[in-house]
T-cell receptor, first 115, second 117 residues
């Protein structure tokens, strides 16, 4: 069965510092991988996705993620965090034959940005 | 991106009553809508998939008679929690995608916090 682990419940980063949010997945075939962000009172917004090809994926808002098959990981990174990045981040995995449909989400990581 | 609106954002209801949650696609036609629920400190779990004009497909373990899903138009799907009980208290969130195949992005609503007292 598919599963996603986000080991960090909370992370605090200073504004301007770099960020890495961890995500590990379990899936028997080539996964479709996603990162979403949720601000309070708002829906989930897609940051980036990996389907195939280049394992380093660029997303919106300056985020990127790298798919590492050998480590079953899809960590999210940003070189310089802004205060507006404070939000909840969800990693998700989907199947090759279901694409965006049946997504399995991690428990989320709440990012706090300190001045 | 496309906008999906859920209503209400939060609701409190008495045990035994029914609650309806609406999910609307505001600027596109949503041929497929998905309903998820999230318990505190847990993942979002897919409950069901609904296609316009068809019966919803429920995930294993989700009671279809308790969570009634209607997708009568290309812009509206509703989730009705019937005879709600405190254990149904949760965060319910919908997503919607337009016709275009499996790689069509699904856009999420802002979610509905249901509290059953």
């Amino acid at each position: 069965a598919q599963s996603v682990t986000q080991p960090d419940i909370h992370i605090t980063v200073s504004e301007g510092a770099s960020l890495e949010l961890r995500c590990n997945y379990s899936y028997g075939a080539t996964p479709y991988l996603f990162w979403y962000v949720q601000s309070p009172g708002q829906g989930l917004q897609l940051l980036l996705k990996y389907f195939s090809g280049d394992t380093l994926v660029q997303g919106i808002k300056g985020f990127e993620a790298e798919f590492k098959r050998s480590q079953s990981s899809f960590n999210l990174r940003k070189p310089s965090v802004h205060w507006s990045d404070a939000a909840e981040y969800f990693c998700a995995v989907g199947g090759g034959n279901t694409g965006f449909q049946k997504l399995v989400f991690g428990t989320g990581t709440r990012l706090l940005v300190s001045p | 991106g496309a906008v999906v609106s859920q209503h209400p954002s939060w609701v409190i209801c008495k045990s035994g009553t029914s609650v309806k949650i609406e999910c609307r696609s505001l600027d596109f036609q949503a041929t497929t809508m998905f309903w998820y629920r999230q318990f505190p400190k847990q993942s979002l779990m897919l409950m069901a998939t609904s296609n316009e004009g068809s019966k919803a497909t429920y995930e294993q373990g989700v009671e279809k008679d308790k969570f009634l899903i209607n997708h009568a138009s290309l812009t509206l799907s509703t989730l009705t929690v019937t005879s709600a009980h405190p254990e149904d208290s949760s965060f319910y969130i919908c997503s919607a995608s337009a016709l275009g195949g499996l790689n069509t992005e699904a856009f999420f609503g802002q979610g509905t916090r249901l509290t059953v007292v």
